[in-house]
């Protein structure tokens, strides 16, 4: 089974269950973005409603340190499971089907989901004196079924588990901590996301003071001091920084979106001028599940001189300055698939989309706090959604509904480059069906054969239009129905910024036996300019900074840049941002920390040039158009 990349991993408490007003209203937003949620329930206060509800007393031990542990003889188990069942299962259940989500819920053990061992023997006191308790049915998580998991995530919009698991040694349910439930969940199934949510603010410098929240915790920080449930909830976020791939952070009260959070961070304590873009990488954010890391920017990056909002289709977009000249910084926030441990040193950073591109998108962010916009201009920084994937939602929102009048795209062009262009896509899938008969046959050609024929004509026609075209086959899927014998492939063209126009109509006015060819997609390609004022500012911003001059570039993939350039033909539009692009969508993406740097004063170097280059000649043609207007 594949992994789901938009899996949210909630541990909510038993009193979160019953006290919050809005908790299950922000799981089903989840949901209708597109999340799958594993839902794991505590159960303290349910098991005291349950044990209540029989008139008998709750039973605990006294370890010989101190402290105190539930005690669950067998007698005990069938309440405790009932307890969950009464108190959790069901309220979760009505409460979500209300918001017309499909619900799972059960205890992790049942069908032998998820396994543990049963503890060992307890040594305790009593009334003072020394004992051995050794039936208590406590333990510890050993394994879970995983691709069972992942199936019922992808069957139900929510799956809720809690304890207790199952022990196939003893042929018993065991009692496990429901934290480290959830942090043993979300390593077996690759969960993208795992929220502890409490009682408080997440946890707090000061107990006593409800807005002491700690922001940011790092491995190996020994100066938090928790107390109570609070250590199980630090012990399973340890557990899932040092073995799972999610971000991982303890909200509340009572809530996803609270006043307060603490988040856990992999790697070292950064310099402040590093930790965005590490806590940045070390947010999952593959297209469709960007809304993680837009609401963090968000919160993190708002301030007095910078607005900060998420758009109708997820972008985040941050704005400094109310001038009527707009400087654009476009970069995007999604990547693509397979998400590894961030990394992070005094020298480099790794992890999926250190360059491909929140390296780019983190020094737009990191200027914008640092430039000086003058009056007549406005900074604007959006991280578009979806970049990677086809739709390039984020992309088209921003072509239809933002205007500016120069546009740097966030991309790695390398610090010592400047990325002019691209290339286009167009994108087709080729069909042919034909009536099954027998490969022995005479004049027997296979669907499969035919495709590739039709593949090599269409390229060779599209070379009338573009001598400099690239093509490639990049999806074949065959099989028969009905007697039909069928084969689709999906072919790539990546169309430079000369073709001659009209290849799309040409193309698909093709005549090809048993065949069909759709277009997917028709990005053309874009250069811009190497005498606009943009491109001077680069230059200017460059010089002192760079030891050799700034050279230009155009790449042969696309970016948001074509996507603008379809309708905004008089934009001057450069793409720039740290990192070497061959490590784009490979498992060894990484940046080193001096080239993030050195990219960063060369973008505010030229942002500056810009807005003085601009200041004049815009600001006399600003006021001769009002003039005229009035």
């Known amino acids: 089974?594949?992994?789901?990349?938009?899996?949210?991993?909630?541990?909510?408490?038993?009193?979160?269950?019953?006290?919050?007003?809005?908790?299950?209203?922000?799981?089903?937003?989840?949901?209708?973005?597109?999340?799958?949620?594993?839902?794991?329930?505590?159960?303290?206060?349910?098991?005291?409603?349950?044990?209540?509800?029989?008139?008998?007393?709750?039973?605990?031990?006294?370890?010989?340190?101190?402290?105190?542990?539930?005690?669950?003889?067998?007698?005990?188990?069938?309440?405790?499971?009932?307890?969950?069942?009464?108190?959790?299962?069901?309220?979760?259940?009505?409460?979500?089907?209300?918001?017309?989500?499909?619900?799972?819920?059960?205890?992790?053990?049942?069908h032998g989901w998820v396994l543990g061992n049963k503890g060992k023997p307890l040594k305790v006191r009593k009334n003072g004196k020394k004992l051995i308790v050794r039936d208590s049915l406590y333990g510890s998580y050993t394994s879970a079924r995983e691709d069972v998991l992942l199936q019922l995530l992808h069957t139900h919009d929510v799956v809720c588990l809690a304890p207790p698991i199952y022990d196939p040694e003893i042929g018993q349910y065991i009692n496990i901590d429901a934290d480290m439930l959830a942090a043993h969940l979300a390593v077996a199934t690759r969960a993208s996301h795992i929220r502890f949510v409490t009682g408080t603010a997440g946890i707090l410098q000061d107990v006593d003071d409800p807005q002491s929240t700690i922001t940011d915790i790092y491995p190996q920080q020994d100066d938090i001091v928790v107390s109570g449930r609070m250590k199980q909830k630090l012990r399973a976020a340890e557990l899932t920084l040092s073995q799972g791939v999610a971000d991982i952070a303890i909200t509340g009260p009572h809530t996803l979106h609270g006043t307060g959070k603490t988040w856990f961070w992999r790697g070292n304590d950064l310099p402040d001028d590093m930790k965005l873009l590490h806590q940045a990488i070390s947010i999952p954010s593959v297209s469709g599940d960007e809304g993680v890391l837009a609401e963090f920017l968000q919160e993190r990056v708002a301030s007095k001189q910078i607005t900060a909002e998420v758009d109708e289709v997820g972008n985040i977009v941050l704005s400094k300055g109310e001038g009527h000249q707009t400087l654009l910084l476009l970069g995007h926030i999604d990547t693509v698939p397979y998400i590894w441990p961030s990394t992070a040193d005094d020298f480099q950073l790794s992890g999926r989309g250190s360059v491909d591109a929140k390296g780019s998108l983190v020094n737009f962010i990191e200027v914008l706090r640092r430039a000086e916009v003058p009056p007549s201009f406005r900074l604007l920084?959006?991280?578009?959604?979806?970049?990677?994937?086809?739709?390039?939602?984020?992309?088209?929102?921003?072509?239809?509904?933002?205007?500016?009048?120069?546009?740097?795209?966030?991309?790695?062009?390398?610090?010592?480059?400047?990325?002019?262009?691209?290339?286009?896509?167009?994108?087709?899938?080729?069909?042919?069906?034909?009536?099954?008969?027998?490969?022995?046959?005479?004049?027997?050609?296979?669907?499969?054969?035919?495709?590739?024929?039709?593949?090599?004509?269409?390229?060779?026609?599209?070379?009338?239009?573009?001598?400099?075209?690239?093509?490639?086959?990049?999806?074949?899927?065959?099989?028969?129905?009905?007697?039909?014998?069928?084969?689709?492939?999906?072919?790539?063209?990546?169309?430079?910024?000369?073709?001659?126009?009209?290849?799309?109509?040409?193309?698909?006015?093709?005549?090809?036996?048993?065949?069909?060819?759709?277009?997917?997609?028709?990005?053309?390609?874009?250069?811009?300019?190497?005498?606009?004022?943009?491109?001077?500012?680069?230059?200017?911003?460059?010089?002192?900074?760079?030891?050799?001059?700034?050279?230009?570039?155009?790449?042969?993939?696309?970016?948001?840049?074509n996507t603008l350039a379809t309708t905004w033909t008089d934009i001057p539009m450069v793409a720039y941002g740290p990192g070497d692009a061959s490590l784009d969508h490979t498992d060894e993406e990484h940046v080193s920390v001096d080239e993030v740097r050195l990219s960063r004063n060369i973008l505010l170097n030229s942002i500056h040039t810009w807005f003085s280059l601009n200041s004049k000649d815009k600001e006399e043609t600003y006021a001769a158009n009002r003039e005229q207007t009035t």
């Open 381 to 561: 920084v959006i991280g578009a959604v979806e970049e990677e994937v086809s739709s390039s939602a984020g992309a088209f929102y921003v072509r239809d509904h933002v205007q500016a009048d120069a546009v740097i795209i966030g991309e790695p062009s390398g610090t010592s480059s400047l990325t002019l262009g691209y290339y286009g896509l167009f994108k087709l899938r080729l069909d042919v069906r034909q009536k099954q008969k027998h490969s022995a046959g005479k004049d027997s050609v296979s669907p499969i054969d035919r495709v590739y024929q039709l593949a090599a004509h269409v390229r060779q026609q599209l070379e009338l239009y573009d001598a400099d075209h690239l093509s490639a086959l990049i999806q074949l899927q065959s099989g028969s129905d009905n007697g039909d014998q069928y084969t689709s492939a999906i072919l790539n063209f990546r169309i430079s910024p000369q073709a001659q126009a009209g290849y799309q109509q040409h193309i698909t006015e093709l005549e090809w036996p048993d065949s069909t060819i759709t277009v997917l997609r028709d990005t053309p390609g874009y250069q811009n300019s190497r005498r606009d004022q943009l491109v001077k500012a680069f230059v200017r911003g460059a010089n002192g900074v760079l030891e050799d001059r700034l050279t230009f570039q155009m790449k042969k993939g696309t970016s948001d840049m």
């Open 1 to 110: 089974m594949a992994v789901i990349n938009n899996l949210h991993v909630i541990k909510l408490g038993s009193s979160t269950i019953v006290k919050s007003q809005t908790i299950f209203a922000e799981i089903a937003d989840l949901s209708r973005r597109g999340a799958k949620i594993l839902l794991i329930g505590g159960g303290a206060e349910a098991i005291e409603q349950k044990f209540a509800e029989l008139n008998e007393p709750l039973k605990f031990l006294e370890l010989e340190n101190g402290d105190q542990v539930r005690y669950c003889p067998p007698s005990d188990m069938d309440k405790i499971r009932q307890a969950y069942e009464d108190h959790i299962f069901a309220p979760v259940r009505a409460a979500l089907q209300a918001h017309g989500l499909s619900v799972l819920a059960q205890c992790a053990g049942d």
